[in-house]
C-alpha cells in the first residue's frame, strides 16, 4: 500500500517548487487576475498527464538510459523556454498593458502546456520520485496510476496558490513600473531555467 501520509506531503513540495510553469502563473495572476490566470495555468495539467503516462509506460526509462534522447529532448525544450522568457522580457511593458480576453487565456494555456511538456526533468522527476513509494506486492502500474492522479490535483492546488499570491501583489502595487519588472523578472527566470537545462549534464 501506498504511504500515502508520506507521499502526499513530499508529491506537493515538487508541486510547490519555483520552476518555469509556476512563476508565469505567478506573473499572470498579478497581470490578469484569478480567473484568467488560474485557466491558464492548468494548460499544464493535459501535459503532465502525459508525461505521467510516458512514465507508467517504461518510455521514462528509455529517455533515461538513451543520453541522446535526453540531450535531445532538454535542448528543445531549453530553446524553448529561453525564447519565451526572451520575449517575456522584449514585450515586458505591452504584456503589463494587456487585457485578459478568451484569446489570451488560450494562448497562455497553450504557452503552459508547451513550457510542461518541453521539459524532460519532468520525466526524470516522475521516474525517479514515484518509484520510492510503490510496494513491490502490489501491481506497480495502478500504483504510479494512482500517484500521478494525486500528483495531478496537488498540482491544481499549487497553480491555485501562485496565482493568488500573484493576484494579492497585483492588488498591493498598481504601478505600471512594477509590472513591467515583473514580467521582466519572468523572462529572467525562465531564460535561466532554459540555460541551467542546456548546461546540466544530467
Known amino acids: 500500500m501506498i504511504a500515502w501520509s508520506i507521499f502526499i506531503p513530499a508529491c506537493f513540495a515538487l508541486n510547490c517548487a519555483p520552476g518555469p510553469n509556476n512563476m508565469l502563473a505567478f506573473a499572470n495572476g498579478a497581470r490578469l487576475g484569478l480567473v484568467p490566470a488560474m485557466v491558464g495555468g492548468l494548460g499544464r495539467m493535459p501535459a503532465f498527464a502525459i508525461l505521467i503516462a510516458v512514465?507508467?509506460?517504461?518510455?521514462?526509462?528509455?529517455?533515461?538510459?538513451?543520453?541522446?534522447?535526453f540531450t535531445i529532448i532538454k535542448i528543445v525544450g531549453a530553446l524553448y523556454l529561453i525564447y519565451v522568457?526572451?520575449?517575456?522580457?522584449?514585450?515586458?511593458?505591452?504584456?503589463?498593458?494587456?487585457?485578459?480576453?478568451e484569446s489570451a487565456v488560450a494562448a497562455l494555456?497553450?504557452?503552459?502546456?508547451?513550457i510542461a511538456i518541453?521539459?524532460?526533468?519532468?520525466?526524470?522527476?516522475?521516474?525517479?520520485?514515484?518509484?520510492?513509494?510503490?510496494?513491490?506486492?502490489?501491481?506497480?502500474?495502478?500504483?504510479?496510476?494512482?500517484?500521478?492522479?494525486?500528483?495531478?490535483?496537488?498540482?491544481?492546488?499549487?497553480?491555485?496558490?501562485?496565482?493568488?499570491?500573484?493576484?494579492?501583489?497585483?492588488?498591493m502595487l498598481k504601478s505600471q513600473r512594477i509590472f513591467v519588472n515583473l514580467n521582466r523578472l519572468v523572462g529572467g527566470v525562465l531564460v535561466a531555467s532554459g540555460a541551467s537545462m542546456v548546461l546540466s549534464r544530467q
Open 109 to 114: 494555456m497553450r504557452r503552459d502546456f508547451l
Open 55 to 69: 512514465t507508467i509506460v517504461g518510455l521514462g526509462a528509455i529517455l533515461a538510459t538513451s543520453a541522446v534522447a
Open 85 to 101: 522568457g526572451i520575449q517575456f522580457w522584449r514585450k515586458a511593458r505591452a504584456l503589463a498593458a494587456a487585457q485578459s480576453s
Open 118 to 171: 518541453s521539459n524532460p526533468k519532468a520525466i526524470a522527476v516522475f521516474t525517479a520520485f514515484f518509484p520510492q513509494f510503490i510496494d513491490a506486492s502490489q501491481p506497480a502500474w495502478s500504483q504510479l496510476a494512482a500517484m500521478g492522479g494525486v500528483f495531478l490535483l496537488l498540482e491544481v492546488a499549487a497553480v491555485l496558490l501562485y496565482v493568488a499570491a500573484g493576484v494579492l501583489l497585483g492588488r
